[in-house]
């Protein structure tokens, strides 16, 4: 083989291994499953580094408020598109509760996307959360009124609305069920399992929720320190991606159950946080759909549609020993054949206080108790 066709050779495989991670890419469309990223100010003007880990669309910060524009958004976009990534964009929020402010910000948010040269018809998401100049703890009537009238104005203009915040956020201070009944699929919802660099989403951990299409899974996608996101549906600048937008809200995501033990008799809630009446008895076997939710201050795990249980009492709380404690059985008996837990360390109780007689304990295992005074 001579050595200029050797070189041919080499130099075709170099390109095609080059551009291996983004042979499927394209700057009008990305599969379901397809990972991506959103950038701001804060990153390079450049996406070649997410190109060649493989993104296939970039959702790129346009505008905040009224009166802030991205001055890198204008590159960014067009790295996008010179890389083949599906382009989308994203303003930040300042209205809290305003309709009228949520009006000025989504004209705002518009005609920055246009200036940046956001395809029309591609999606431009509002990022709603707390910071100092959006306040959450309006009512949730007008907080959804707001981000409802700001969806509006972006979809009379053109492009798909997305929303984006946390899952405790929207489970809590936005009625997303109108969101999602008015723009079905429209939810880009943040959750995080751990901190630290993630690769790869983990579906385990995917908060329960309706209506999402982009779940942002961690902030250090492989180790590139910036947002990872997951499509949970096709996404298409045409608008017709098959349409996500028209298809019946739903978790796009798999179903993950996974079997455990309620340790403590665990009420079940509803997915406003309201007790029922049910209860799941102590020692009882449920299937926990999805990972931990967040309702309010507790955390629960979802057992069926609009049922909830604490996470406590399943898989108990951590607490420290403040004195070396003994183990008791259910009639408040010393249990001799197990040894004393020393002080200073570590138990996982199940539940709340208990009384045994006229002794408050807690439960550490089935049918297994220590003393309440001997827990910090």
Do not use: C
Not at 33 to 59: C, E, H, L, M, P
Not at 198 to 212: L, Q, R
């Amino acid at each position: 083989m001579s050595k200029k066709k050797l070189f041919g050779i080499i130099s075709a495989l170099a390109v095609s291994l080059a551009f291996a991670g983004t042979a499927n890419a394209s700057t009008t469309s990305a599969k379901s499953r397809s990972y991506g990223v959103d950038v701001s100010s804060y990153q390079s003007t450049s996406t070649t580094k997410y190109s060649k880990a493989n993104a296939q669309f970039v959702i790129v910060k346009v505008s905040e408020g009224t009166s802030y524009r991205n001055p890198n958004a204008k590159a960014q976009v067009a790295s996008a598109k010179a890389h083949k990534l599906l382009p989308m964009a994203y303003h930040f929020a300042n209205f809290s509760s305003s309709t009228s402010r949520a009006k000025a910000e989504a004209n705002y948010a518009i005609a920055s996307a246009k200036a940046f040269s956001v395809p029309k018809g591609s999606y431009l998401a509002l990022d709603w959360e707390a910071s100092s100049n959006n306040v959450t703890t309006g009512s949730k009537s007008a907080n959804t009124a707001a981000i409802l009238a700001f969806m509006a104005k972006v979809k009379a203009a053109g492009y798909q609305p997305l929303l984006y915040s946390g899952a405790y956020l929207l489970n809590n201070n936005i009625n997303t069920k109108s969101v999602v009944a008015k723009y079905p699929n429209s939810l880009w919802v943040a959750s995080y399992a751990s901190a630290g660099r993630i690769d790869t989403a983990n579906f385990h951990y995917f908060p329960s929720m309706n209506g999402v299409i982009i779940w942002q899974f961690t902030e250090n996608w492989k180790g590139l320190n910036v947002d990872g996101n997951i499509s949970l549906l096709p996404l298409s600048i045409s608008g017709s991606a098959a349409s996500s937008s028209t298809k019946k809200a739903s978790s796009q995501a798999p179903v993950s159950k996974t079997k455990k033990t309620v340790m403590a008799k665990a009420y079940v809630y509803t997915s406003a946080g309201k007790r029922t009446r049910s209860y799941k008895s102590a020692y009882k076997t449920v299937y926990v759909i999805g990972g931990m939710v967040k309702i309010g201050t507790n955390t629960y795990y979802k057992i069926a549609n609009n049922q909830y249980i604490r996470v406590s009492n399943v898989d108990g709380t951590a607490k420290k020993l403040a004195h070396n404690a003994w183990t008791y059985n259910s009639k408040g008996k010393r249990v001799k054949s197990v040894a004393i837990l020393k002080k200073g360390n570590q138990v996982i109780v199940y539940g709340g206080k208990r009384k045994i007689g006229k002794k408050t304990y807690y439960r550490i295992n089935k049918g297994r108790y220590i003393k309440a005074t001997n827990v910090k």
